[in-house]
């Protein structure tokens, strides 16, 4: 087995690919911070259990290959959901983007970020000590 096919570093993965991708969707935001009648996006929170779900289906099934020929299959979505922020009020042009509001999603956003690959970064580590492998 592959260290990094594990689940919890998968689930970790997810995670910071989520974060990237409502990072990019929150700079959008703030680029389109003066265009008259743009509508202020932010993606979906992802589905904690779902996900749990998810997981441990996949580690499921892949204890049940009987042959090294056999293939699994992948079940990841490659795509996020979006969704119009409702939760601000339109400017007289039509445009929804509080800067304000944006810059303090995109500070939570980055500290979520760092606070993954932190946790992914110790899990390897661990992972890594835990096989005879040191630092």
Do not use: C
Request: proline share 4%; charged share 20%.
């Amino acid at each position: 087995m592959d260290i990094s096919d594990s689940p919890l570093l998968g689930m970790l993965r997810e995670r910071m690919s989520w974060l990237n991708a409502r990072q990019n969707t929150l700079s959008e935001n703030v680029a389109n911070s003066d265009s008259p009648g743009y509508l202020a996006r932010d993606l979906k929170p992802i589905d904690f259990e779902a996900e749990m779900r998810k997981t441990t289906m996949q580690a499921s099934t892949s204890m049940m290959t009987t042959d090294p020929r056999h293939m699994s299959i992948k079940t990841e979505q490659d795509g996020f959901t979006g969704a119009d922020s409702p939760d601000t009020e339109s400017n007289p042009t039509g445009n929804t983007v509080s800067l304000e509001a944006e810059m303090i999603k995109v500070a939570d956003t980055q500290a979520q970020y760092q606070t993954a690959t932190n946790l992914y970064s110790k899990a390897l580590s661990m992972m890594r000590t835990a096989i005879g492998g040191g630092n």
